[in-house]
């Protein structure tokens, strides 16, 4: 049998991928909203479609109804204010710091799941503390505009607890309903939250990119069914704290593409605390 870290790593390539398109989004200014809605609704599509060409077991209801709707929020608003935030703030600066909400998964696990926390463990959260601060430094030295900072450090903040929050309801669901069934419900409540959030963001709107909008939602949902379903199968078999680390790397795919496309500049700071994250992803899952 395949072992979970396999499927870890495999869930780091896709979700790596994935991450990046955000990036796609933000630079040609795609509409959030529809990106967003493609997007999910891709992924309950295909999820649903694939349900019913598989065996299940019986479901529980109540469990599924609700690790869908804490996933679905949490994982609706992580992804809304994820794009937004790189549109005020710099690729490597913002997945940086978003990528750090594997030191809360961490926590949580280890007081919940009683999962043992070595010196080396230790010692990484402590090098995550570092890192967001040298990454929260350079990025008041980057941003030229106040208001501006002041809104991608919220849009990133609101990323980082929900996006913790989503690997945490995922680790429950993994642990006691159908991945199929948990993707498809908790996709389709995610969809229909997203037009709601429409008349939330004070944009222009950009009516002629919608249809290019929700073409790359429908690319970034075939690539988040496959690394969501392989990251479900590695949280049924493994530590929540170790996948959750291991996933939590793929922020570095997502930089590296965005240099190379988009030739963007990353700064000596920047490397420090982009080094510094990965330290602190390794030593957690030691």
């Known amino acids: ?115 043992q926390i070595s010196l080396f463990q230790g010692l990484g959260l402590l090098v995550a503390v570092a890192a967001m601060i040298v990454l929260t430094t350079q990025m008041r030295e980057d941003t030229t505009k106040t208001k501006q900072g002041r809104r991608g450090a919220v849009f990133i903040l609101l990323a980082l607890l929900c996006g913790a929050t989503a690997s945490i309801s995922s680790k429950f669901a993994a642990m006691h309903v159908d991945k199929l069934a948990f993707i498809a419900l908790s996709y389709l409540m995610g969809m229909i939250g997203s037009l709601g959030i429409t008349r939330a963001l004070s944009y222009d709107k950009a009516e002629k990119k919608r249809s290019a909008a929700m073409g790359l939602g429908v690319v970034m949902g075939g690539f988040n069914f496959a690394g969501f379903y392989a990251f479900l199968y590695a949280l049924e078999r493994g530590p929540l704290s170790l996948v959750a680390a291991i996933v939590g790397m793929h922020f570095v795919i997502a930089i590296v593409l965005s240099a190379i496309i988009y030739r963007e500049k990353i700064k000596p700071a920047g490397l420090v605390g982009i080094f510094l994250t990965v330290i602190s992803i390794i030593l957690i899952r030691i």
């Open 1 to 115: 049998m395949i072992s979970w870290y396999f499927f870890a790593l495999l869930a780091l390539l896709l979700m790596g991928i994935q991450r990046f398109f955000y990036k796609v989004a933000a630079e040609k200014k795609y509409p959030t909203e529809w990106v967003t809605f493609s997007f999910m609704a891709t992924v309950t599509l295909l999820s649903t479609g694939v349900y019913f060409f598989q065996q299940h077991h019986e479901l529980n209801i109540i469990w599924l109804m609700t690790m869908s709707l804490i996933n679905s929020a949490s994982f609706l608003v992580a992804t809304v204010s994820h794009i937004e935030a790189l549109k005020y703030i710099p690729a490597n600066i913002a997945y940086s710091i978003i990528r750090l909400n594997v030191v809360v998964v961490a926590g949580f696990s280890i007081f919940y799941f009683k999962e």
